[in-house]
């Protein structure tokens, strides 16, 4: 299985919203909606953000959104604030019933 | 509050097995809503998939590392654990165990919460 694709790296200033995509195939992102986005920050265990596409787990500020369209998800934070940035990966329930993440997408805040 | 706890080995030569084990407090390995996942990060790169269990033993494994990894569960003591085999410096990460969320009927979610990840370093 390959990794989901994602861009190396997204920016925005405080404030502004960004989207970051991950892309997959038929076979994880597209066939199911079981996307999950996990936000990392240096030295830290990454921490769950929102899970089957669109849900934001209790605690998760609503700044955060997730969606799909095909085999395409996305995450957009909005409003922009400086504890935002962070590394972001998105991971994938899989046809064979595996798990699979993508390359990790490093935010800046400027 | 259900908490992970990685315990292992920091260090581990070249061609020997790597072994961690989970512990899982605040909540049942055994529960049947969910499965126990690890995961791993080398130094400055993304998240790797290892593989899943769940506790009645049914487990997936990532298909480039299947070869050379086992997951079990023991029950009794609420921990799972890894062995990888034939390790190389491509080995050094932190490995992080994690709960995923089970999807009745289908298999693994989400991973969630996970635990704070322990290096391991595959030198001679």
């Known amino acids: 299985q390959s990794a989901l694709t994602q861009p190396a790296s997204v920016s925005g200033s405080p404030g502004q919203s960004i989207t970051i995509s991950c892309t997959g195939t038929?076979?994880?992102?597209?066939?199911?909606?079981?996307v999950s986005w996990y936000q990392q920050h240096p030295g830290k265990a990454p921490k769950l953000m929102i899970y089957d596409v669109s849900n934001r787990p209790s605690g998760v500020s609503n700044r955060f959104s997730g969606s799909k369209s095909g085999n395409t998800a996305s995450l957009t934070i909005s409003g922009l604030q400086a504890e935002d940035e962070a590394d972001y990966y998105c991971?994938?329930?899989?046809?064979?019933?595996?798990?699979?993440f993508g390359g990790g997408t490093k935010l800046t805040v400027l | 509050q259900l908490q992970l706890q990685e315990s292992g080995p920091g260090l581990v030569k070249p061609s020997e097995a790597l072994s961690l084990t989970c512990t899982v407090s605040?909540?049942?390995?055994?529960?049947?809503?969910?499965?126990w996942g690890w995961i791993r990060q080398p130094p400055g790169k993304g998240l790797e998939w290892i593989g899943t269990i769940y506790y009645t033993g049914t487990s997936y494994y990532n298909p480039s590392l299947k070869s050379r990894v086992t997951m079990s569960v023991d029950t009794s003591k609420n921990q799972f654990s890894l062995r990888l085999t034939s390790v190389t410096a491509a080995d050094t990460a932190v490995y992080y165990c994690?709960?995923?969320?089970?999807?009745?009927?289908?298999?693994?979610?989400?991973?969630?919460?996970w635990g704070q990840g322990t290096l391991v370093t595959v030198s001679s």
């Open positions: 994690a709960r995923q969320n089970k999807i009745t009927g289908v298999g693994p979610n989400w991973f969630g919460p």
């Open positions: 038929s076979s994880d992102v597209g066939g199911y909606n079981y």
């Open positions: 991971s994938s329930y899989t046809s064979t019933k595996n798990s699979v």
């Open positions: 605040g909540g049942s390995i055994s529960s049947n809503s969910y499965y």
